[in-house]
Nanobody, 124 residues
């Protein structure tokens, strides 16, 4: 079992940057595909980014491509999401996700473990 704890959310102005972190418990972190999802008020949860077990391949939603970067450190059991050029429409609760499946199945929302989320608010 994996427990995920997100941190780094907050209030930022449009055009600014922020980094989210997710700390995972357990000794099998490197066995999981990791990712980030988000849920804006009144909307469904949506895929943001994912990274393979080794960190060699990443995938992004079109809405964040070129602005967000996902990375992981298997030695520290952490995954981060660097967010640049933030827009008001990026405002959401961001969730860390871990899955034993592939980056493709994670993109479809097939997730084994979720964090509790961290709120990002981007002001215009």
């Amino acid at each position: 079992q994996v427990q995920l704890v997100e941190s780094g959310g907050g209030l930022v102005q449009a055009g600014g940057s922020l980094r989210l972190s997710c700390a995972a418990s357990g000794r099998t972190f490197s066995s999981y595909t990791m990712g980030w999802f988000r849920q804006a008020p009144g909307k469904e949860r949506e895929f943001v980014a994912a990274i393979t077990r080794s960190g060699g391949i990443t995938n992004y939603a079109d809405s964040v491509k070129g602005r967000f970067t996902i990375s992981r450190d298997n030695a520290k059991n952490t995954v981060t999401l660097q967010m640049n050029s933030l827009k008001p429409e990026d405002t959401a609760v961001y969730y860390c996700a871990a899955d034993l499946g592939t980056i493709a199945t994670m993109t479809l929302g097939d997730i084994d473990y979720w964090g509790k989320g961290t709120l990002l608010t981007v002001s215009s």
